[in-house]
C-alpha cells in the first residue's frame, strides 16, 4: 500500500491532437474523467483556471466563484481534494507574447486577472495553492525584451499575488524552453532565486516536472531534492522524457527507471506527503493509443511508481555504507541495477 497521496490533471486525458494533427480520440466528458480519477485511486485533482471554468473570460468575478462552488460539490461527489488551480495563461489572444512579462501593459493586467481570478477559484475549491506554468514567459526573439526587465515582471505579478491573498501559495513550475525559445524560469534553482526577491519567500516554492527537469539537462531526483533542501517542494509532476528534445510528458519510469527509482527515493527519504503534499503526475498517452486505452499511461505510471516505492522499500541502507566506506561505487551501481532487474 503506497504511504503516498496521487493527484492529476483533467489534460492528462486529451484526444490526441498534437501540433502536426487533428484529434484521434473523441475528448471524454468532464465529469466522467473525473468518475474515473477516482476509481483509480487518486485523491486530488489539479485545474487550469479554465478547465474549472470554462470560458471564463464571458463571466463576472462573482459568476466565477459560483461556478466554482458548483465544480466543488461536484468534487466531494467523488470525494476528491482541489490540489492547484493554475492560470492558463498560454491560450488566449492576450498572451501571444506571453503574461506577466509580455511587452503590451494592456495583456500583462489581463494575466494578472486571471492570475486574481485563479486565486477566488482556488479559495472556493478549497485549496491555497496556485500553480505558474510560465509558457511563454520569456522570448522568441532574443533582443524583444530585456530578461532583467522579464525577471523584475515576474517578481512584481508574484508579489501582487500574494498581497490579494494573504494566505495563497505561489509554486513555479520551471521548464527551460518550449513553446518559448528562452524562458526567464527554467530549472529549479532560478524557483528559488524568484522565490526569495518575493515579499514573502515563505509562500513561493516549485513544482519539479521531471520532463522539464531532463530538457534542462538536469537530473529530477536532484532537481526535487535540491528544492526539498530548501523547504520549497510544494509538489511534483511526474513523468518521464527521453532526452533533450521536444516535451513528451511520458509515463512514469518508461525511459529512464533508474532516474524514477531516484526520483521515489529521495522523495521517500525526505518525508515528502507529510505536509499534505500529492505525487502528481503530468503525463500524456501517446496519439496511436486507442480510445478504449484512454487512461492506460496513468494507470501504467501508478504502476510503476508503486513498484518503485517497495523498491525502495528493500532498499540495502547497510550495504550501501559498506560501499561507500570501501568507495565501491561500482558495487553500489550494480545493487541498483539488481534490484532495478529483479536479481535483489
Ligand atoms: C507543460 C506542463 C503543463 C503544466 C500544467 O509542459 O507541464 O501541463 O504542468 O499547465
Ligand atoms: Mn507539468
Known amino acids: 500500500m503506497s504511504k503516498f497521496k496521487f493527484s492529476v490533471g483533467p489534460w492528462n486525458v486529451h484526444s490526441g491532437a498534437d501540433s502536426y494533427g487533428p484529434a484521434v480520440r473523441s475528448e471524454i466528458d468532464f465529469e466522467e474523467k ?51 488551480v493554475a492560470p492558463r495563461l498560454w491560450m488566449d489572444g492576450h498572451t501571444i507574447d506571453g503574461g506577466f ?44 525584451k530585456s530578461p532583467v526587465w522579464a525577471t523584475k515582471m515576474l517578481i512584481e505579478a508574484i508579489n501582487k499575488m500574494l498581497e490579494y491573498d494573504p494566505k495563497i501559495r505561489v509554486c513555479i513550475e520551471p521548464k527551460p524552453n518550449e513553446p518559448i525559445d528562452r524562458s526567464i524560469c527554467g530549472t529549479m534553482g532560478h524557483v528559488m532565486a524568484i522565490s526569495a526577491a518575493t515579499i514573502d519567500p515563505s509562500r513561493v516554492g516549485g513544482n519539479l516536472e521531471s520532463a522539464h527537469a531532463t530538457l534542462a539537462g538536469l537530473d529530477p531526483a536532484h532537481e526535487i531534492g535540491f528544492a526539498m533542501a530548501m523547504g520549497k517542494l510544494m509538489t511534483v509532476h511526474l513523468n518521464d522524457q527521453n532526452g533533450i ?38 503525463v500524456k498517452a501517446m496519439r496511436t493509443t486507442r480510445e478504449e486505452d484512454s487512461y492506460k499511461h496513468l494507470q501504467n505510471s501508478l504502476a510503476i511508481f508503486r513498484v518503485l516505492e517497495e523498491k525502495v522499500d528493500r532498499f540495502d541502507y547497510d550495504f550501501q555504507r559498506k560501499c561507500v566506506e570501501n568507495r565501491d561505487f561500482e558495487g553500489l551501481e550494480m545493487y541498483v541495477m539488481k534490484l532495478l532487474m529483479g536479481m535483489e
Not at 486577472?113 to 491555497?128: H, N, P, V
Open 245 to 282: 528534445k521536444y516535451d513528451q510528458d511520458k509515463s512514469f519510469g518508461v525511459e529512464n527507471l533508474r532516474a524514477a527509482f531516484n526520483q521515489v527515493k529521495v522523495l521517500k527519504e525526505n518525508g515528502y506527503g507529510e505536509n499534505g503534499e500529492c505525487v502528481g503526475l503530468d
Open 34 to 84: 473525473i468518475k474515473k480519477f477516482a476509481e483509480m485511486g487518486f485523491s486530488a485533482i489539479q485545474f487550469h483556471d479554465d478547465d474549472a471554468v470554462p470560458n471564463i473570460n464571458y463571466y463576472t468575478e462573482e459568476e466565477i466563484k459560483g461556478k466554482a462552488r458548483e465544480l466543488k460539490k461536484l468534487l466531494d461527489k467523488y470525494g476528491l481534494a482541489a490540489e492547484f
Open 101 to 144: 512579462m509580455s511587452t503590451s501593459k494592456e495583456d500583462r493586467e489581463y494575466a494578472m486577472w486571471r492570475a486574481y481570478r485563479s486565486i477566488d477559484i482556488a479559495k472556493e475549491l478549497g485549496t491555497d495553492m496556485i500553480v505558474l506554468w510560465l509558457a511563454r514567459e520569456g522570448t522568441l526573439c532574443a533582443e524583444s
